[in-house]
């Protein structure tokens, strides 16, 4: 990666200026001993997800209280605004010890230097998870970054019901898919099959690392930006015909409007990840048991790869005075048995760790999928065949553009090749800008 | 049949001198800005109809039934409110309470002390002075928050009650305003005889000008304390500690709790609507000040 040269330079700093800091800091702190090796240790945690306090609960009385490091939770708002903050803080030296960061994010921090490699210290918690979700906190490198908590593998919901009721088969491949739309839009003018919706980035994302995108690479010392690549392309060109031609609805998710019709039956599948059903309880209560989860539909017969959309990772901050106990807790918090069984239950999440994936928590289907008893043994399934992912410094412009240029290539059914170029070159100026070489 | 027939004419005999001696009551009604005015109305109340009615509605109601039908889970909304986290939700409220009421007086006080010595003393750099403020005024609180988090970062308050509270003591429209007002309600004359009785400055200012700039000081209160209420960003990238987040902040921490968890849509309402009422509560007190204007009339020319 080009900026690891950078980067590597200024760790150094950061070691240097870190090492100053922790003297002055055992003047000062009676609490804080500032032995940055280990030891006691007081350590803040920003993270969004909900009982998170509760998981910490169980370390700090138990292997935190034998190890004197106490970490205390600091609940955030989650999102882009979230890693605003965190760069902001680290602008000021004032960081948290740990964050969350969802994948996408971490190129962006560390291309800041606001995360700390932690490689030393993460010990053997590599082996706890699939290579294509490690490699997204390694970003190829021989770093670390953070331990992944929990993914998003993309998966394909239906009503069953109403499939059956309209004589529809679940697609395999994703012309099957069109046909089934288009099926449906002719017999019934009034039902959707699904929508495409621009106001998550994270969906076309997935889409697109499942038809093989690599949106960011390195080459040499330069970075390459392929986000119209022909994979890419391909997904852009099916949605967009697909809108075009009316065979699906055009109107973004995540509105009262999209609740209704997922609540009503007026759309009857749903492109989503591993947590739809989260997302399913509060949108569509009236159609609990009826839905039904397929892995995503192919590009072709002989493939079996899924995207994902969402997932985050536990970070160590280069702002942090005790990298080592902070490293210790992130690992202990996305591999240990205990945890993982209290954040599932706590703060809903699925875990990252391929054990945890099939434990007791995840015995039973999630509450609004009760009819569906094998859900997560499927979903565990799926996660297996999650494609890689290539994730740039700049993540957020290209998803802020997508946002803008999709957004209105659906609402006109105009042609989405142009708006993907927008993104690209909206990505690429934003690059250039900030200072990375970039290949053409 | 003749006693009906009077029974029937005495009222209107009784009622003619009354419309005889009476203005004709031939009052035009503006229709145009009337109807504007109903539909400005209409504009800024709808909303607020949405979320009292949103607010009654339960999880399943509330996206699939008719907007402006009332729902049925207005009480469990409270409780669900109420025991979300043991009840954070009062904490925010509070905290919002201290940032707004507690900014609001100190900014409403630095407002009066320097709009009155800007009105009434003349000093080298007044108007130099003025103008820095006026620039204050254009200059959107945005843009300043980043500056001053990474400032209070460096004296180490960030994350405080004060890096909240600190930001918002100055505040250049207050000034401007007080300054206004001053120069119109505190006559020159007065203090003139105020100082030729022997009085200190001090005395002049607290004992005479302050109480005829009640009604201006009492609009800049106002102002600063909607103003702080409302306010997003500052706490935003000052705080990290949910615990001190106002209650802007809490709510949207509940809105964005990440992919896997869906947001809390009707804890969201329900606090809302909470939040808005000691706006309307302090409005409705804070209203009678208005009309102090008792000492204005002490000068007559």
Same mark, same amino acid.
């Given at each position: 990666m080009p900026n690891i040269t950078k980067h590597r330079r200024f760790v150094a700093t950061a070691v240097a200026v870190t090492l100053g800091a922790t003297t002055l800091a055992a003047c000062g702190g009676s609490d804080d001993d500032g032995d940055a090796r280990s030891g006691p240790a007081k350590l803040t945690y920003w993270t969004w997800t909900p009982g998170m306090d509760k998981v910490v609960d169980l370390w700090n009385k138990g292997p935190g209280k034998e190890q004197q490091i106490t970490v205390t939770v600091k609940k955030q708002a989650s999102g882009d605004t979230l890693v605003t903050k965190i760069l902001t803080a680290h602008k000021a030296g004032k960081g948290p010890d740990l964050v969350q960061a969802e994948y996408q994010a971490l190129p962006t921090l560390v291309s800041n230097d606001a995360v700390a490699d932690i490689a030393k210290e993460s010990g053997d918690a590599k082996g706890k998870f699939a290579d294509g979700v490690w490699q997204q906190t390694t970003l190829g490198s021989d770093a670390v970054y953070a331990i992944p908590q929990d993914i998003g593998p993309m998966m394909f919901y239906y009503r069953e019901d109403l499939f059956e009721k309209y004589g529809l088969t679940v697609p395999k491949t994703w012309d099957e898919f069109a046909a089934t739309a288009r099926k449906l839009k002719k017999e019934e003018p009034d039902v959707d099959l699904t929508t495409f919706s621009a106001n998550d980035s994270g969906l076309f994302a997935g889409l697109a690392q499942q038809a093989g995108a690599k949106w960011w690479t390195t080459e040499g010392q330069k970075w390459k930006v392929g986000i119209d690549d022909a994979a890419t392309r391909k997904v852009a060109d099916f949605w967009g015909g697909l809108v075009k031609e009316g065979a699906i609805d055009n109107q973004p998710m995540y509105t009262p409007a999209w609740n209704k019709a997922l609540n009503t039956g007026r759309q009857i599948a749903w492109v989503s990840a591993v947590w739809a059903p989260g997302t399913l309880t509060t949108a569509a209560p009236d159609t609990q048991g009826k839905w039904r989860m397929a892995p995503l539909p192919q590009w072709s017969d002989s493939e079996n790869v899924t995207g994902s959309w969402g997932g985050s990772s536990t970070a160590v901050t280069t702002d942090s005075q005790h990298k080592g106990a902070a490293a210790k807790f992130a690992a202990w918090l996305n591999t240990d048995p205990e945890a993982l069984t209290a954040l599932a239950k706590e703060g809903g999440i699925y875990p990252a760790a391929t054990t945890a994936q099939t434990s007791d928590a995840f015995a039973q289907p999630p509450a609004f999928f009760s009819n569906q008893t094998e859900f997560y043994t499927a979903a565990s399934d799926i996660a297996k065949t999650t494609a890689p992912s290539a994730w740039g410094p700049n993540v957020n412009v290209a998803y802020t553009s997508f946002k803008d240029a999709f957004g209105t290539a659906a609402k006109d059914k105009s042609d989405f090749g142009a708006a993907l170029k927008k993104m690209r070159d909206d990505t690429v100026a934003d690059m250039k800008k900030q200072g990375f070489e970039v290949s053409e | 049949m003749s006693s009906l027939a009077v029974r029937k004419?005495?009222?209107?005999?009784?009622?003619?001198?009354?419309?005889?001696? !009476?203005?004709?009551?031939?009052?035009? $009604?503006?229709?145009? /800005?009337?109807?504007? =005015? +109903?539909?400005? &109305?209409?504009?800024?109340?709808?909303?607020?109809?949405?979320?009292?009615?949103?607010?009654?509605?339960?999880?399943?109601?509330?996206?699939?039934?008719?907007?402006?039908?009332?729902?049925?889970?207005?009480?469990?909304?409270?409780?669900?409110?109420?025991?979300?986290?043991?009840?954070?939700?009062?904490?925010?409220?509070?905290?919002?309470?201290?940032?707004?009421?507690?900014?609001?007086?100190?900014?409403?006080?630095?407002?009066?002390?320097?709009?009155?010595?800007?009105?009434?003393?003349?000093?080298?750099?007044?108007?130099?002075?003025?103008?820095?403020?006026?620039? !204050?005024?254009?200059?959107?609180?945005? $843009?300043?928050?980043? /500056?001053?988090?990474? =400032? +209070?970062?460096? &004296?180490?308050?960030?994350?405080?009650?004060g890096a909240v509270l600190l930001p918002l003591v100055l505040s250049p429209y207050g000034v401007y305003l007080a300054r206004i007002y001053a120069a119109a309600a505190v006559p020159a004359d007065v203090v003139e005889a105020g100082r030729m009785d022997g009085a200190s400055e001090w005395r002049i200012f607290t004992r005479i000008a302050l109480p005829m700039m009640v009604p201006g000081l009492v609009t800049v209160f106002l102002f600063q304390f909607v103003a702080v209420w409302n306010n997003f960003l500052l706490p935003f990238i000052m705080l990290s500690d949910d615990e001190k987040f106002p209650i802007t902040l809490g709510l949207y921490t509940l809105l964005e709790q990440g992919s896997n968890t869906p947001a809390l849509y009707t804890l969201v309402i329900t606090g809302a609507l909470l939040a808005v009422l000691p706006l309307i509560a302090l409005f409705l007190v804070v209203q009678r000040f208005w009309s102090l204007d008792l000492l204005s009339g002490a000068v007559k020319s």
């Open positions: - | 004419t005495a009222p209107a005999a009784g009622t003619t001198p009354g419309t005889a001696q !009476g203005p004709p009551l031939r009052r035009r $009604i503006a229709l145009v /800005p009337t109807l504007t =005015l +109903l539909l400005g &109305a209409l504009y800024c109340l709808l909303p607020v109809a949405w979320v009292v009615i949103a607010a009654t509605k339960s999880g399943s109601e509330l996206f699939s039934t008719f907007t402006f039908l009332p729902g049925t889970g207005f009480t469990d909304n409270l409780s669900d409110l109420n025991a979300y986290r043991e009840g954070v939700y009062w904490q925010w409220m509070g905290n919002s309470a201290l940032y707004a009421g507690v900014g609001a007086l100190l900014s409403t006080a630095v407002s009066a002390i320097s709009g009155y010595a800007l009105a009434i003393y003349r000093f080298k750099g007044r108007e130099a002075v003025f103008s820095v403020l006026m620039a !204050g005024v254009l200059m959107p609180p945005v $843009i300043l928050a980043i /500056p001053q988090y990474l =400032l +209070l970062a460096k &004296a180490d308050l960030a994350d405080t009650y």
